[in-house]
């Protein structure tokens, strides 16, 4: 089987920084994999690199076979241009912490804009797809409703509907329910659940630890910029093997 991601020693710095210090990692199609660490481990700016809005230093990265940011001619490696990068992030879809909704669209809006205008879908397609979208996130009833008239957990599904929107292959989350109310991080949980349930490549970063332990293939621990262990949750979330991880999941715990 073809991992649908795959990564060789990949690195990325800003400055004298090592943010990654050489990542090595496939996830194959359908898998749900959860970086877990504490902050400024390095998991934010990997699922950046991947969606190219971070540039790597050193290393590779391959989506669905493809070489990330760059064109191979012969033995030479060639930058890919703007365009070709963003024919290349069409295969990801990413989820921020931050909602990063169009204020000024409704929901069904933010949804279809990306069909419309990039994937060039016409346009009672698109908003049958969106109405589709949103029904599957729990909000068929808001297709009207403006950012400012949602719940921070409303505005979370709608990004995940906007993000579906584009059928990526893989989708990207990045501590997806860190900005929301606590009484509102299950809403959205629950769609990420679904999601996992139907097939969904996802790659999640989380530290909502029983999550990771109810959805995850496999748990991924890093730190400083590295990779410490991974494994089936159940082994990374029950019994760790480095004192690292122990130390991190008990003080999550706690």
Not at 15 to 25: N, P, Q, T
Not at 48 to 77: S, T
Request: charged share 25%; proline share 4%.
């Amino acid at each position: 089987m073809n991992p649908i991601l795959k990564a060789i020693d990949v690195r990325k710095s800003y400055g004298s920084f090592e943010a990654l210090k050489g990542i090595d990692l496939e996830i194959n199609r359908g898998e749900v994999l959860c970086l877990i660490g504490p902050s400024g481990s390095g998991k934010s700016t990997f699922l950046r690199c991947i969606n190219q809005l971070e540039i790597i230093n050193g290393g590779a990265l391959w989506i669905n076979g493809e070489l990330v940011g760059y064109r191979r001619v012969g033995q030479k490696l060639y930058e890919l241009s703007e365009r070709e990068i963003a024919r290349q992030r069409l295969a990801t879809g990413m989820v921020f912490q931050r909602f990063n909704l169009f204020p000024h669209k409704t929901a069904l809006q933010n949804v279809i804009e990306g069909p419309a205008q990039v994937l060039k879908v016409e346009r009672r397609q698109a908003e049958a797809a969106g109405r589709e979208l949103l029904d599957r996130v729990g909000l068929a009833q808001k297709c009207d409703a403006y950012p400012i008239e949602l719940s921070g957990g409303q505005q979370q599904r709608v990004a995940i509907a906007r993000a579906l929107a584009m059928k990526p292959a893989l989708m990207l989350f990045d501590e997806p329910t860190s900005a929301l109310d606590p009484e509102l991080v299950g809403e959205v949980l629950a769609v990420m659940r679904d999601l996992a349930r139907s097939g969904m490549t996802m790659v999640v970063v989380t530290h909502e630890l029983g999550f990771a332990r109810e959805v995850a293939n496999r748990v991924l621990f890093m730190d400083h910029g590295l990779v410490v262990e991974s494994g089936p949750p159940e082994q990374i979330l029950g019994s760790p093997t480095h004192a690292r991880t122990r130390e991190f999941i008990s003080a999550v715990l706690s």
